[in-house]
């Protein structure tokens, strides 16, 4: 069964750091773009940060100079570096990713949500 399984999430003081991990796992031919999404209470789910397989990145304005969204591809992990934050990115933090699981057959992947609270 192919998965998107993410951790690093928590409680952090403004000013503060975190890294998000989310790795895919399962029968994947191969991955292309990954992204990492938010979602506050009582607002829609917006991305934060993506990467195509070959590296380049997209992030939005709100994260920029602030959040550094990487992969490793050997390992089909995705990560994101969040440094800075504030009581403003506190959210549901989903991973996202276009899965390859057939010859023909790619797919969105959606993680399950990690809690990220920023909070003095």
């Known amino acids: 069964q192919v998965q998107l399984v993410e951790s690093g999430g928590g409680l952090v003081q403004p000013g503060g750091s975190l890294r998000l991990s989310c790795a895919a796992s399962g029968s994947i031919f191969s991955i292309y773009a990954m992204g990492w999404y938010r979602q506050a209470p009582g607002k829609e789910r917006e991305l934060v940060a993506s990467?195509?397989?070959?590296?380049?990145?997209n992030y939005a304005d709100s994260v920029k100079g602030r959040f550094t969204i990487s992969r490793d591809n050997a390992k089909n992990t995705v990560y994101l570096q969040m440094n800075s934050l504030k009581p403003e990115d506190t959210a549901v933090y989903y991973c996202?990713?276009?899965?390859?699981?057939?010859?023909?057959?790619?797919?969105?992947?959606w993680g399950q949500g990690t809690q990220v609270t920023v909070s003095s």
């Open positions: 996202n990713a276009d899965l390859r699981v057939a010859l023909t057959i790619t797919r969105e992947y």
């Open positions: 990467i195509t397989s070959g590296g380049a990145t």
